[in-house]
């Protein structure tokens, strides 16, 4: 018998310990031996539950019981949960985490703790809810150079943006009604603006190049600019408009950049639709390879939960290799990437003087007191330059495919 603590009996604490009861065989048998729940780490008591019995209030009690091999940090934020999980795996305890804030902040540091201590400290559940894609990164693909990873890293963002496109609503309708579903937060600022994206792009890319990507140093743009004007140029256009979180190794220089992209049917995450996500990698060997499926939810991200502790039960011991170290990746200025811009404009600005300035465009008109046009590939500083000698411009969407 093989005993755990959950920190944190919210909407994952009480999904992984469902998981573990509901599949309690197929678990054991996974594992090699069967896993009991302990501790429950909470600050409320939750009398007439199951788990009423095992809730403690204290951290020390379960740090301080030789019997807890496996420590289940949800309980979200980077605080206290960093110093929780910092001090359970220097107890001699490995660390099973799906806090995105806490793997793009400390990630690199607490690998290397539990590495020195042939240790785990797993988050499968972090980046993509139940989707596996940590897994694969450290082990499937490690024949592979990875070129690039793109991905739908939030399922509230994809669910306005697909309903903004198949119904022609807009933002702030839409973002209503995600809330009332349960989709979006009161405050939906980390899914709207990005910043969710943006910890999750970083974890993913820390793993594929193998060095330490800083969340703060890179470009992340939400989707609250974009209306339902730009669908219906979109649609005119057979394109849609996805938030793409990307990471991308371009003869060396790796830019990283979270932002609305507007992208054709042959694009991998074209039809990733609703609260979906979807995550791209592309190898030099083996091409595109597609995840898809439930990236958040309590049981797919509970299940991912799960999974890392069967892995941290059965390597106990044993470090499982993840290629992540310490050292920091400096990231290329995105000013100086490349992409083709679409751009609408009003229509007293002529397009000749659009032609004088940006060169050979491609021009589209579906509406009156305006117009929208495509550049060829530029620099993200070279449109910056051009777009400062145009008055007139109404909005930009960066083309990916």
Not at 275 to 302: E, H, R, Y
Not at 372 to 384: C, N, Q, R
Request: hydrophobic content about 40%.
């Amino acid at each position: 018998m093989k005993k755990i603590a959950v920190l944190g009996y919210g909407t994952v604490g009480s999904g992984v310990v469902e998981v573990l009861e509901t599949n309690k065989e197929a678990v054991a048998k996974k594992a090699g031996d069967e896993i009991e729940v302990k501790y429950v780490l909470d600050l409320k008591d939750f009398p007439g539950t199951p788990i009423e019995h095992k809730v403690v209030h204290d951290i020390n009690i379960i740090l301080d019981d030789p019997e807890i091999v496996v420590v289940v940090e949800v309980m979200g934020g980077v605080e206290p949960a960093y110093t929780f999980t910092k001090n359970a795996l220097l107890k001699g305890k490995s660390v099973i985490t799906s806090n995105k804030a806490l793997v793009a902040a400390k990630g690199a540091e607490l690998l290397e703790v539990a590495r020195e201590r042939n240790l785990n400290f797993l988050f499968e559940a972090s980046v993509g809810g139940g989707i596996p894609i940590i897994r694969p990164l450290n082990s499937s693909l490690t024949a592979d150079k990875v070129n690039e990873i793109t991905g739908i890293l939030n399922g509230t963002t994809n669910f306005i943006l697909t309903k903004m496109a198949s119904e022609g609503s807009d933002f702030a309708s839409v973002l209503s009604e995600a809330q009332a579903l349960g989709y979006a937060e009161r405050d939906p600022s980390a899914d709207v603006e990005g910043y969710d994206a943006c910890r999750k792009i970083a974890i993913l890319s820390s793993i594929a190049f193998g060095k330490n990507v800083n969340y703060e140093n890179i470009y992340t743009e939400g989707i609250t600019k974009i209306t339902d004007k730009d669908f219906m140029y979109a649609k005119a256009m057979n394109k849609s408009i996805k938030l793409l979180a990307s990471s991308k190794d371009d003869n060396g220089k790796v830019y990283a950049i979270v932002a609305p992209m507007m992208i054709s049917p042959e694009h991998p995450l074209y039809n990733v639709n609703g609260v979906v996500n979807g995550i791209n990698v592309n190898g030099n060997m083996l091409g595109d390879v597609m995840f898809i499926g439930a990236g958040a939810g309590k049981l797919p991200t509970a299940s991912a939960v799960v999974t890392d502790v069967i892995d941290a039960i059965k390597h106990d011991g044993k470090n499982v290799a993840c290629f992540w170290s310490k050292e920091e990746l400096k990231l290329s200025d995105i000013q100086e990437s490349v992409k083709r811009f679409f751009v609408r404009i009003a229509d007293s600005v002529e397009k000749s003087s659009v032609e004088a300035v940006f060169g050979k465009v491609n021009v589209i008109e579906i509406m009156k007191g305006e117009y929208a046009f495509v550049t060829e590939p530029m620099s993200e500083a070279k449109y910056s330059e051009c777009a400062s000698k145009l008055d007139g411009i109404i909005t930009r969407i960066r083309m990916d495919r």
